[in-house]
């Protein structure tokens, strides 16, 4: 993968040059979802496409919880069955002990989701080798296009520059 | 054929000579302990004989009270233990399963009577004295829980002896050791489940009761008041 | 806690600073290793004085002023394990093959038609199967296959008047808390083979079975017989 | 969107090159106090290690537990430790959902005592086992035997309910310090930045990762708060489902609760007023951060008296004798000088120095909290021990005096505590950076994320939306 990008000192100038960047996409050939963006914090703000992120995860939260829950119950019921014991005529499944257990793990079924969703679709961990700069943590923004067009690549390099990017550098994971 | 084991004892015919407790101890290879941890508290007795005074000096007279695990039917040592080792049978025992036993101790913890005993240490022995060991009875190591079976090796060797000669358990045929040993007979052991037994009869009587009965742990040992106690002394 | 100290340290050059700071963080390395290695000796010599004192003190025989003295300390039976290593073997059920004293041949005495209860007579009657006695053998190797080898070791047994030390075969450790009884099984028509495996194929008894509580269970269940712990476990 | 203003005492005006500089000083100088201390810890802590072996080894007849005390020092330092553990997560939980601003130099602290005080505190139950060997029977594992842990015991839900929140509470800390240690690879070389390459897991800042991590947070955030108050009412359970007069409570659970996050507070104040000198944060960690979890603090000591009080008196009325035994060697027994000076550390001495404004400074709220966290450990301590030694049956009674292998068993414990926080806070910046930089000039993240995600349509496959806009 090559890219190109710049590193800009403050969010407005990144914002400028993303819009520039977005505007002029078909021009300079970007493909759909090639603009990158990196930052040492989040950027909520209006213009950083923070409004358009989605994702399941308060969806599969609660999906997990169902199942660490039905998991409790099934633990529950199954290991008072495989020895059953005397109870003196009480159930054998004994209700709220299992209530309890089943609580536990539907919470557990929750947390756990919650962590391997945000893994999976934040799609950490990745040692590979891609496009990243260790100036992003120095607080800078990376604002960049992936795999650009080679024609084009230059003048989004200018577009970069003229936006405000302190530097503009190129990336090859060759 | 279930049971439900059980124990009568006549408080009136109790003399405190504890012979339950020597024969208890023999038989169930309880470990004996030195004076200095006897007197911290960790001797273990499975039964024992409390002494209480009545009246006012000089006109006291000693009562005495055998006190064994209680084998309630709703014993409070059995929910709380995390693997199963104190549990209930189909023949009404309070059992202690010792390979089970990690040591939580929290069942001697729920126990009310306090019947329950801790391995403190690994028992000792001093040759040969370990030969007279019941072979039968298993010895247990530091780290577990124990307490009065009712002598279920007796009752065991009991049932195999009586399937073998095709025939039930008769009553009074399982004696436990203290039982067995009381020289004034307070104790009798038994099938609450069977009307007839002996221990069923005595359980009807009028001076029936049995220990912390307000706790609500249903034990299977029943105590007979004493008739004194009633004003007769 | 771990910050500021060179803030506070004179300005001088960054190397000459860096290597007193070196040589001090591995003077401290070497002190630390030493007294930590004191703190463990020290702890483990007071524990060891320690547990000798409640040896001691926890055999019955410890207001006798005699057993101050080293030698005259009884032997004791306890179930403590006798070292550490014995406790890890026990911890994972590694019980070894045992080595017998003499090689005794199931094959050929089940071949010439003895029966196992023939020899291990208690199997019928109580518990333990138990071991025949070395005059027991001997009623019959006083006339039969004397000239073996494995024979004139049994014979030297028997002349000296001592068991041989036969080793168990099939043996629980203590901590499982097994009391197992032979009779009720045979009585109920239990083969020997399905627990000790076939012993007309095999020479010196091996443990070809692994006696674990599944097996057992598994058993009984299909037996419908009493899976209750106390049955087993007292 | 609008931006919410900071309240100025809490507003932290430094340039974030700064707060880097600051924030990450621990992890790249070490000072020979560092040593010193560790070495220290390790000293002292170490023979509890082998007192625990030498129990293993002997026998539990080593501590001072007996007929009829079976639980010590062991149980009463288990539900401390799990008390304290309530000091991060369900405050810092609190927090970030209530979007407290001045929370952000708070949490990571908070939430590293929360997995070491909870990490301390699981060992306690294994400790005091028996055979702690065949700790792992507590747990639900398949086995040739059939049996499985009985799901009726207190003590195993106490093994669900602790693994719960540990690993809640662990991904509740560790999730926002993966950008953190991003930070820390950027700077490190040789070693060290291979492991911070690993720690970091490849995060690189996109909005995707922001996203996903805060939408992460405050999901747990929500999450984490039932599991703590559950895990101490089950400990709680432990005592109140056994027939033992005064623990036979149904008080307990919430007593327990009010008591875990008083202590955990009441910690936290004390780690942060540590923190604060020795590592210098005074620009992060003001008096006004004290003086808020000092008001908290306040609250929890009323409501622990509330507590106590509700206990108490049910019991006296109540009248019952066995229970009247426990509560009078408590009140004017052996225990009544442990009583009132439990009383005195978590109320008639902080009840003042947090009440009066002038006094709840960071050495007011120093002190308070000091004295809390020892009347707190006196509390365990007194519930524990006192009705074990009054149950049903007179001629049951004992006496109960911890042993060396206890007390060294706690130090231990103690120190290895503190040495895990020495340790993190060495190898982790203590403060959220990328928490406290955005807390400087955003709104709180929670909201927005969650009103940007409810706005926008579904979209999982990019990092960021193509320009169809």
Redesign the interface.
Known sequence: MNAIYGLFPDTNSARRALAA???E?SRLR?K??A????????????G???????????WL?PLGALLGGAAGYA??AF??R??PLPTGGMPLI?MY??G??M???T??G???T??V???I????????K???D?E????KI?VGVADPDRECSGEIGQHLQSEGAEQVREFSSE | MAHRWAMVIDLDRCTGCETCMAACHAENNIATVDAK?AA???AMHWIHV?RYWEGEFPNVRARFQP?LCQQCDAA?CE??????AAYHNEDGLNAQVYN???????C???C???AR??????PVWDKPLQLQLNPDVSVRE????EKCTFCNQRIVATEIQAKAENREVQDGEVKPACVQSCPTTAMVFGDLDDPNSQVSRLARSMRATT??SE?GTNPKVIYLERESSHGND | ??????EKTPGSSEGKEKTSADR??RD?LV??IA??GL??A???WV?AA??ML?GQD?SPAAGAPAVSTPEQVPAVFTTARRS?FSAVQE?FGVQGTPVQPVQFNHSIHIKNGLQCAGCHSGVTQGPDAGIPSVSFCMACHQAIATDKPEIKKLTVYAVKGREPPWQPVFWFYPEVHVRFRHAPHIRNGIACEQCHGDLSKETVAVRSKEL???FC?TCHKANAVSVDCVTCHY | ?ATTSIAPEYAIDIK??QI?QDLL??IF?????????V?FL??IG??GI??Y??QM??????AG????I??GIYIANFVFWIGISHAGTLISAILRLVNATWRRPVTRCAEAITVFALAIGAQY?II????S???F??M?YPS??????????????D???I??YL??ST?FLL?PI??DW??V???ASGFRKRIY??LA????????????????MR??AV??L??AI?VHT?VSW?FA????PMWHSTVFGPYFVAGAIFSGIAALIVAMG?LRK???LEEYLKPSHFSNLGKLLLVMSLLWVYFIFAERLTVWYGNQPAEMAAFWSIQRGRFAGLFWTMVSCNFLIPFPILAIKKLRTITGTMIASSTVVVGMWLERFLIVVPP?EH???P??W?TYHPSVTEIGIAIGTLCGMILLY?LF??LVPIISI?EL??GQH??P?AE??LS??S???????????????
């Open positions: 960047l977005r505007e996409s970007i759909p979802g603009i990158v963006l990196m930052s040492s914090e989040p950027l909520e703000e209006e950083f496409g923070w409004e358009k992120q989605r994702t399941y995860m308060p939260t633990l529950a290991t008072q495989v020895y004994a002990p299992s309890i257990i609580y536990e793990l919470m557990f929750a947390i756990f919650t962590i969703t945000l893994l679709s934040a799609r950490l961990p990745f040692y590979g891609r496009l990243y260790p992003v943590t120095n607080g990376l | 941890q911290r508290g960790r409390e006190v409070p929910p709380v233990c995390p693997t199963y089970r036993c990690i040591g939580t101790r929290y001697a913890n729920a009310p009577y306090t005993y801790f391995n403190w240490w690994n530091a780290g577990i829980m220990l912390l706790l | 806690m771990n910050n500021a100290q060179n001090f963080h401290w002190v630390s007294v930590v703190a463990v020290a702890t483990m524990s320690r547990g409640e926890s550490f911890y674990t509580m599944n269970l | 969107m974030p090159d880097r000083r621990p100088q070490t000072s020979r106090r560092f040593y010193v201390l070495f390790v000293a170490l023979p082998f007192l072996a030498n080894s002997e026998g539990m007849g080593v537990i007996t007929r009829p079976f639980w139950p005091h086992l028996g055979r060997w065949l700790f029977w507590l639900p040739e035997r059939g049996i499985w842990p009985n799901f009726r015991s207190p003590l195993c839900w093994f669900f309910a693994s719960t690993t809640g991904a999730l993966i950008p991003a930070v690879r950027d700077r390459t690993i897991l490849g995060w690189r800042g996109t909005p995707r990762e922001w996203h996903r991590l805060e939408v992460a999901i747990m999450a984490i039932p599991v559950s089950i432990d489902m056994a027939p033992v540590i020795a590592l210098h074990l149950k049903y049956l001629y049951e004992g020495v806070a060495k990328w930089k955005g955003k709104k993240f927005q994320a940007a995600a706005r926008s349509g579904v979209h999982l496959d990019s990092t960021l939306p193509s320009t169809n806009s």
